[in-house]
């Protein structure tokens, strides 16, 4: 069993910054790929970024260019840097751990005011 510890988030004003970590514990030495979705109200939830253990590193379009993820293998912690945050990215932000089984944090509330 995998346990997930999210940090970070809150209220920031558009083209604020924020930063979000998540520590993995417990049966966690063969995690392969970290990472973190968003869920806004009434919509689906979306990838934003994910990484490999080799760094391999996937980024939603609409992040590009603004957000950052990476990743501390020897603590199992994954970290997402917010920059120029608009209001459309407020949302529940989720960590995503995958090893034979993916597992979910408890999810952290982003909100961008304009």
């Known amino acids: 069993q995998v346990q997930l510890v999210e940090s970070g988030g809150g209220l920031v004003q558009a083209g604020g910054s924020l930063s979000l970590a998540c520590a993995a514990s417990g049966s966690s030495s063969s995690i392969s790929r970290m990472g973190w979705y968003r869920q806004a109200p009434g919509k689906q939830r979306e990838l934003v970024a994910d990484i490999t253990s080799g760094r391999s590193i996937r980024y939603a379009y609409f992040v590009r260019g603004r957000f950052t993820i990476s990743r501390d293998n020897a603590k199992n912690t994954v970290y997402l840097l917010m920059n120029s945050l608009k209001p459309e990215d407020t949302a529940v932000y989720y960590c995503?751990?995958?090893?034979?089984?993916?597992?979910w944090g408890q999810g952290t509330q982003v909100t961008v005011s304009s």
């Open positions: 995503n751990v995958v090893m034979s089984t993916t597992y």
